[in-house]
């Protein structure tokens, strides 16, 4: 008799596993099922997130090779203007310290002018050139010698167009002496 029950317990959990309902773990629970894994794949972000940001234009400060590239450039026309036969009777007659203060003022003067972090502490284009009867062919001299040096610092044209651009406006201020209309 003991025998029989023990052949039909066995029959019983083998049948068991055999429909398949061994899954049961113990305690009759079903085995944690493996979550289902999706994935949402898309080429466009959230549709209010902004565009990202075009890279910003470089100033002209930073294009001109910053407060460095500036100074060389002033160098270079301040050498251009005292061998400009026009204008350098001009630049002769000041003293050192008078040179030296120009110099910085300028450099100054054209950093700010193209957008660097600097501040310009001389006078404006009206007073410091007031009364010194400058001439429109004295004007035309100090243009070439300031694209003389941009060329010969290698500045390119754009550049140099834009810093033309800058200066051309102060024409009015420092020419006193307009030139005579052709007849
Ligand atoms: C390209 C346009 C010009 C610019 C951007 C310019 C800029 C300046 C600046 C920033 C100063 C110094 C002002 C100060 O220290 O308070 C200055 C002074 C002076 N500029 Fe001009 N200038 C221009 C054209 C001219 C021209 C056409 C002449 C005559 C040829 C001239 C002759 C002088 C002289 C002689 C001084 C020195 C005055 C002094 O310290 O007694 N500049 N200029």
Redesign the pocket.
Known sequence: MRTRLFVSALLTTAALAAFGLGAFACGGKPAPKEPMITETVSDAGPEDAAPPEPPKPKSLYERLGAKEGITKVVDAFLKNLTGNDV?KK??AK?SKE?VE??RN??ID?ICKESGGDCEYS??N?KD??KG?K?TEA??NA??SA?KAALDENKVAENEMNDLIGL?AP?KDD?VEVKAKPKK
């Open positions: 204008v001009r630049f000041l008078k203060k120009f003022h300028l003067q001389g006078k284009m410091a050139h010194m400058i004295e004007w100090t243009v300031l200066v102060m420092i």
